[in-house]
């Protein structure tokens, strides 16, 4: 198997000093009506830009923008969508970070691409390594929201229809060249879904993928029990949180992959640094069953969002730490 | 023993419908700006405790002049309701900033030893409150559940034995607090709902908090899945569950519908997170809404959580248009 090294998602925003205040900053002052939306724009491109910066200083293989414009994952992607309304706060599964519920009102329209302009961002800045664009998935959208009108009865069909939308903007991405397309679903732990059925919606958002790979990752929860399922998905990665199962890696040692894995070794919820050694082991402890010509990428558990700044570049540090003593 | 007698034997009498608040209040500026010099050394702790006295003397007349029932002191001194408790116990230390949602960001602390309760960490600004009105001030601390949920952990096993800790302390500043006088005790659990799995540890460890304890006790919940664990979660031993129910539209009401709600509940009637004054009249019907649901004697009602986020101005106003709604409503249900 190959080892290659890559961020989960999103970046903290802010660090610890004026200069790394200066996004929190503008969107107070922006709030105010004391500048424009050309100087928050600046801002955030300027943000952006380091995230990606501390990736490529930390040679990761692959590197998002840092979702460094995302409120939380569920409104940045429904926000612009016909169909729905922006509501109140819930809290984001067991973390103590929020997401605004969107309320489905309507059939559920693509008015223009999504997340084209961020992903265009992404390439233009990135110098070295392959690129990845992260957009959450149909049925963590779907349970996740409100029903309101009779255009839809289930959640089933919310994530069909969204799904829809979904394909065509993964048609967008790989359209521009972004290498890979990250599809989070964490909300398989909040309600198990019917197989068969998911596999036909994930035929549908891979459809249009071109020549990029398409992840499926799941995070918040133990996916021993779902990993014969998620293998059988037609997507080319497989992003699981090693955190929450105490038994994952013994099944993949027994079951093996036939997938290219995303494992996220380092905890992306604490701020305790891992022992590379003891991952270095349990990585190599992997190769007798995971074919040769299988990537694995080494990764947090989650986005990095939910560590303070210089907590967040520590884990970078680890991942190449990780990458580099593994190939020794 | 029932609710009402509790407060009865306290000692504390009440108007129907009591007006509160969930705890803190916007900081003026003058607040803002010397807390930023005390941080680079240009001002003394002694001189910001007098600027966050008369801030605290300021907020507590406005709430007297509003006609609020029981006070809070508006947390003038504290930055976020789990990074203060990491502050003044032993055991934490403090890590730079996470963001919770939107443009809100908190210092999660660290656990790196074992937590202490080296002395009292909320009691002189209760007793400072409590003297500046004779109305009752309520205690204000955060559970243990949500300061083990809410730090990042490098010294405890698990998450169990972390909260189990925290539970001992916060005990003991209970103690502390209902020795200097305080009745009414809030202890906020607004990650009670992340788990529903640990509901049972959230119940055990506030027993370990409440328990034989003479006060009564709220906890204030919000922003949480609460269909996963009602009714269960009226098994925390506390008197009052204060709820935001604004911020769902009352979606709460369901659950209650289904099954009555046993305690007594603090109902947010207000959105803390907008800039938007609700009309009056949005708010009389959220409150009849919940009136055919809750009995009127269980009912208290404030604001859906800490109004901090809001400019002064804004949770004025929203302070004032609760008062006068529920004053309204205590005529119509007297006549």
Not at chain 1, 147 to 158: F, L, M
Request: proline fraction near 5%; hydrophobic fraction near 40%.
């Amino acid at each position: 198997m190959k080892l290659k090294s890559a961020n989960h998602s999103h970046y903290p925003k802010i660090g610890e000093t004026d200069e790394q205040h200066k996004l929190r900053q503008a969107y107070h002052l922006f709030d105010r009506k004391k500048i424009s939306t050309f100087q928050v724009v600046k801002v955030q491109q300027d943000v952006t830009r380091e995230a990606i910066e501390e990736q490529e200083k930390a040679h990761l293989d692959v590197v998002t923008d840092g979702l460094i414009l995302w409120n939380d994952p569920i409104s940045h992607i429904m926000k612009n969508l016909e169909g729905v309304k922006i509501g109140g706060l819930l809290r984001f599964f067991d973390t103590n970070f929020y997401f605004r519920q969107p309320e489905i009102t309507g059939p559920i329209l693509r008015k223009s691409s999504l997340l084209k302009e961020e992903a265009a961002f992404l390439k233009r800045h990135t110098a070295k390594g392959e690129t990845k664009v992260v957009l959450t998935g149909p049925y963590t959208l779907a349970v996740l929201s409100k029903i309101s009108t009779p255009a839809y009865k289930t959640s089933r069909e919310v994530a069909q229809a969204l799904a829809q939308v979904l394909a065509e903007e993964i048609k967008d991405l790989a359209d521009s060249g972004i290498n890979h397309i990250q599809i989070d679903e964490p909300g398989f732990f909040l309600q198990r879904p019917d197989w068969k059925w998911l596999s036909g919606l994930f035929e549908k958002l891979c459809s249009q993928k071109g020549k990029a790979k398409i992840w499926l990752t799941t995070y918040f929860g133990d996916v021993a029990p779902l990993y014969a399922r998620l293998q059988e998905l037609p997507v080319d990665v497989l992003g699981v949180d090693v955190t929450y199962s105490p038994t994952l890696l013994d099944l993949i040692r027994k079951e093996g992959s036939q997938k290219d894995l995303a494992l996220g070794f380092l905890d992306g919820r604490n701020t305790k640094l891992e022992n590379l050694k003891e991952v270095v082991h349990e990585l190599k402890s992997l190769e007798k069953k995971v074919a040769q010509d299988k990537t694995v990428y080494v990764t947090t558990s989650c986005g990095l969002e939910y560590l303070p700044q210089d907590k967040a570049i520590k884990k970078l540090k680890l991942l190449e730490e990780i990458n580099h003593a593994y190939s020794r | 023993m029932h609710t009402q007698d509790k407060l009865k034997n306290l000692g504390v009498e009440l108007p129907l419908f009591p007006l509160t608040s969930v705890g803190s209040f916007p900081k003026p500026e003058y607040i803002k700006k010397a807390r930023a010099r005390f941080v680079k050394g240009e001002l003394t702790r002694k001189e910001l405790e007098t600027l966050e006295e008369k801030a605290t003397r300021e907020w507590i007349e406005f709430q007297e002049n509003i006609g609020i029932d029981v006070l809070v002191d508006g947390e003038m001194y504290r930055g976020d309701m789990v990074a203060y408790f990491a502050e003044e116990l032993k055991g934490f230390s403090q890590s730079s900033f996470v963001r919770s949602y939107g443009n809100r960001y908190y210092r999660k602390p660290v656990i790196t030893a074992p937590v202490v309760w080296e002395k009292p960490m909320t009691v002189d600004w209760w007793k400072k409150a409590q003297a500046m009105t004779q109305k009752p001030m309520k205690g204000m601390l955060t559970g243990p559940y949500t300061i083990m949920d809410w730090s990042f952990n490098e010294y405890y096993k698990d998450r169990e034995a972390t909260c189990m800790a925290l539970a001992q302390v916060i005990r003991k500043e209970v103690e502390a607090l209902i020795s200097a006088g305080a009745k009414l005790i809030q202890i906020d659990e607004p990650a009670c709902s992340v788990r529903p799995s640990e509901l049972p540890l959230v119940i055990q460890s506030m027993n370990v908090v409440t328990e034989g304890l003479p006060a009564y006790f709220f906890t204030h919940i919000c922003y949480g899945d609460f269909e996963k664990i009602y009714p269960e979660m009226t098994e925390i031993p506390v008197e009052n569950f204060d709820l935001e129910m604004s911020n769902s539209e009352n979606d709460l009401l369901n659950c209650f519908k289904k099954r009555s709600f046993p305690k007594d509940l603090t109902a947010g009637i207000v959105d803390v997170h907008t800039h938007e004054i609700e009309a009056e009249s949005t708010l009389k019907a959220r409150l009849e809404q919940i009136l055919d649901v809750i009995p009127a004697r269980q009912l208290w009602v404030d604001p859906d959580c800490g109004l901090k986020t809001r400019t002064v101005e804004e949770a004025k106003k929203k302070l004032e248009v609760i008062a006068t709604v529920v004053k309204s409503l205590r005529k119509s249900y007297s006549n």
